[in-house]
C-alpha cells in the first residue's frame, strides 16, 4: 500500500472516531515518525526585535582611593595593590616575577 493511500486512511479514520484536532497531529507525527515543524517564517523585524537586548553596555570604572588609578569595581587595584584599604597584592614582588619572566623568554 502506497503512502498516499495510508495516509488517506488514516485521515479517515481519525475523522470518523471524532478525534480532535490536537490529538490527530499528536497521532499523526507518531504513526510518521514527524517533528513539529515552525507555524511561519521568522521576519527580519522579529530577528531585529529579539537581538535589540544583544548590546554590549561599556564597562564601568571606578577610581582607586589610594593610587588614584582607574580600576573595575570589586578588584584590588594592580597599580599599588589594595582593595577596600587594605593591602591584599604584594606589587614589588609582582613586579619583580614579571621582570625575571620577561629575561627568561629572551
Do not use: E
Not at 479517515?12 to 513539529?36: A, E, P, Q, T
Not at 517564517?41 to 554590549?56: N, P, V, Y
Amino acid at each position: 500500500m502506497s503512502l498516499a493511500k495510508k495516509q488517506n486512511i488514516w485521515y479517515y479514520l481519525l475523522i470518523i472516531f471524532d478525534i480532535s484536532r490536537h490529538k490527530r497531529v499528536r497521532l499523526w507525527r507518531i504513526i510518521y515518525n514527524c517533528m513539529g515543524l515552525p507555524g511561519h517564517r521568522r521576519t527580519s523585524g522579529d530577528k531585529r526585535r529579539r537581538a535589540a537586548h544583544f548590546a554590549l553596555t561599556p564597562k564601568t570604572g571606578a577610581t582607586c582611593a589610594k593610587c588614584g588609578k582607574v580600576i573595575l569595581s570589586h578588584r584590588a587595584c594592580v597599580g599599588c595593590g589594595t582593595y577596600k584599604g587594605r593591602q591584599v597584592l604584594n606589587v614589588a614582588k609582582r613586579a619583580h616575577r614579571q621582570v625575571k619572566s620577561a629575561k627568561a623568554k629572551k
